[in-house]
Nanobody
Framework: QVQLVESGGGLVQAGGSLRLSCAAS????????MGWYRQAPGKQRDLVAR???????NYAESVKGRFTISRDNPKNTVYLQMNSLKPEDTAVYYC????????WGQGTQVTVSS
C-alpha cells in the first residue's frame, strides 16, 4: 500500500502559476507510474499528467505546454508545475499511484479566477 498526500493548491488569477506536491508514504521508485488527475464539479475525473517509473511522461492535450510533471525519488514526491493557468483549470486535483492497484490522495483544490 501507499498513502498519498497532496499540497500546494489554492486560489490564483488567470495567467498565474502553482506547484502541486504529492508526498508518498513509501519509496516511489518501484511504483509503475504516478499521475495527477482532476475533477471539476459535475464532471468526471480526468487524467492531467502521468510519469512512469523510467520518467516517461504524458499529458492531457488541454495542459500540454503549460503543465510539467516531475518526480523526486529520494524525496518520494511527485510534482505538478502549472503555468499559464486558466479558469477552466479549476478543479480538485488528485494524486494517483499505479502499483498494479490504484491509490489516491485526498485531493487539493485549485481555483483560477478570471
Amino acid at each position: 500500500q501507499v498513502q498519498l498526500v497532496e499540497s500546494g493548491g489554492g486560489l490564483v488569477q488567470a495567467g498565474g502559476s502553482l506547484r502541486l506536491s504529492c508526498a508518498a508514504s513509501r519509496n516511489i521508485f518501484s511504483i509503475n507510474s504516478m499521475g495527477w488527475y482532476r475533477q471539476a464539479p459535475g464532471k468526471q475525473r480526468d487524467l492531467v499528467a502521468r510519469i512512469s517509473r523510467i520518467g516517461r511522461t504524458n499529458y492531457a492535450e488541454s495542459v500540454k505546454g503549460r503543465f510539467t510533471i516531475s518526480r523526486d525519488n529520494p524525496k518520494n514526491t511527485v510534482y505538478l508545475q502549472m503555468n499559464s493557468l486558466k479558469p477552466e483549470d479549476t478543479a480538485v486535483y488528485y494524486c494517483n499511484a499505479d502499483d498494479g492497484v490504484y491509490y489516491w490522495g485526498q485531493g487539493t483544490q485549485v481555483t483560477v479566477s478570471s
